[in-house]
């Protein structure tokens, strides 16, 4: 293959050189920068095509939404299960895999999109500053989103000064070869990116978002960012304002409501979604298939025992008994995972990923509360989010362990397959127990495993080799 490649080489070189007299080089099929953003609107179907980068597998569309849960403890694989991602939920990944390289990718295209549009709108930003600030701040949230999301699969540890291997980070669309930044350094451009981008935002949400629509990134879905990235952090100060300033923007949801945003009849206390219509896949299909009725995973018992199923919304908006399926077979004393049926009535599990809700920022909130000694408010955060979700809930008094506990629990109920559950175990205790394992699927993970953190793909390694690999692999 050696001497191969040096002859195909020598050939091509031979060729140039002969022939560059009455040969155009110039490529005929490819556009430059210049071209591409030669006016302000050309900055749009760059900036859409990214956000529909957002809904492919290995970003929303499954590795960034559901996969999460699939790998933890909230769901339990099924006989029904084609077993195409047995490696990752069993965590037997390795460098050569596919998954592994593909989630690793996809980030960094959608991160090149963003240095695109940040390379060139400078040119604009003096004649038509609001709108050249409306590419600008959604572009380096964008940015700094996907280098969080990278971070949180293939760094060992979430350590804010941790100085462990991050990720590289990419500022410019230049091909290059970086090496891995410290996890601090990583955290560092992340603030960095998301703190730019805020006040770019602040005066343009009327320009990207509806009410009804919450699929675009605004100023409230920023602070929504910067507030899960401060909890991962442990700068608790910072998620709490964060968090406030996201729970001012978006309320959360009523009772009566809230059904609605599964079906996105609604989009209540949505701060960010990702937009799937009909043929275009859905986030949660390798979950619970609805055209063919296949539940490759079945929520666990352990969680299911966890909701008060006659009170609470959220089991009837997250979960529906098998018999009450259409289309069952021998699925009636199982439960099945409808929050991603689909819009309205329909059965193609097209319905919108919500990625950032204010569910979450009142549980960030809590949490961080909690563990910087404002129990009382920590309490009243928790509180003020199960009675928005139980019917005639009475208030809890917890304290101490017992309050963190708790905060843990809500977080479980209340982001089901919505991409928490692995990472939350990540930055805290660092144990997957499967409860009721069935035999074929590994059951438990420990702390001391290496594969809290995904290999570099080996692929990578390869093409770059200032990449080093993650202990263990």
Request: aromatic share 10%.
């Amino acid at each position: 293959m050696k001497k191969l490649y040096a002859l195909l080489l020598g050939g091509g070189l031979l060729v140039s050189s002969s022939c560059s007299d009455f040969i155009d080089l110039t490529p005929t099929h490819s556009l430059s920068s210049t071209t591409v953003f030669g006016k302000l609107d050309d900055f749009e179907p760059v900036l859409n095509g990214t956000y529909a980068s957002m809904r492919d597998l290995y970003a929303y569309g499954l590795f960034q939404s559901v996969m999460p849960d699939m790998m933890a403890d909230n769901t339990l694989e099924t006989t029904e299960s084609l077993v195409n991602y047995k490696a990752v939920t069993d965590w037997t990944y390795a460098a050569d895999q596919l998954r592994v390289a593909e989630v690793w990718r996809f980030s960094y295209l959608m991160i090149n999109d963003a240095n695109l549009i940040l390379q060139n709108i400078t040119q604009f930003e003096s004649t038509n500053p609001q709108r050249a600030n409306r590419f600008k701040g959604q572009a380096l949230a964008i940015r700094g989103l996907m280098h969080f999301n990278l971070l949180r699969y293939y760094a060992p540890n979430f350590d804010r000064n941790s100085t462990a291997p991050g990720i590289p980070i990419k500022t410019t669309p230049v091909i290059e070869l970086p090496g891995r930044a410290t996890v601090k350094e990583v955290y560092d451009q992340i603030y960095k990116d998301l703190e730019a981008a805020l006040p770019l935002l602040n005066d343009v949400d009327a320009a990207i978002n509806t009410n009804t629509r919450r699929s675009r990134i605004d100023a409230a879905t920023v602070n929504a960012i910067l507030a899960r990235v401060a909890l991962y952090a442990k700068e608790y100060d910072r998620a709490i304002t964060f968090a406030t300033a996201a729970i001012t923007a978006r309320p959360l949801a009523s009772r009566a409501s809230f059904p609605g945003i599964w079906t996105d009849a609604n989009a209540d206390e949505v701060l960010f979604s990702i937009q799937f219509n009909p043929g275009e896949g859905g986030p949660a299909l390798d979950v619970w298939s609805p055209a063919t009725n296949r539940a490759q995973f079945d929520p666990s018992a352990e969680l299911l025992s966890l909701y008060d199923a006659a009170k609470d919304v959220r089991y009837t908006s997250y979960f529906t008994p098998g018999a009450s399926v259409p289309g069952s077979v021998n699925r009636a004393t199982r439960v099945v995972s409808t929050k991603y049926q689909g819009k309205g009535t329909a059965r193609d599990g097209a319905v919108n990923f919500k990625a950032f809700r204010t569910g979450e920022m009142y549980l960030i909130r809590a949490e961080a509360r909690a563990l910087s000694n404002r129990a009382t408010e920590a309490l009243a955060d928790l509180n003020t989010l199960r009675a928005a979700r139980i019917a005639d809930f009475t208030p809890r008094t917890e304290t101490g362990q017992a309050l963190l506990d708790a905060i843990a629990t809500e977080r479980r109920k209340e982001l089901w397959l919505e991409g928490h559950r692995w990472f939350d175990l990540k930055r805290t205790t660092r144990v997957v127990q499967r409860v009721s394992c069935r035999a074929g699927v590994v059951c438990n993970l420990p702390a001391s495993s290496p594969k809290w953190a995904w290999p570099i793909p080996q692929n990578e390694r390869l093409a770059n080799p200032n990449i080093a690999q993650n202990e263990g692999y």
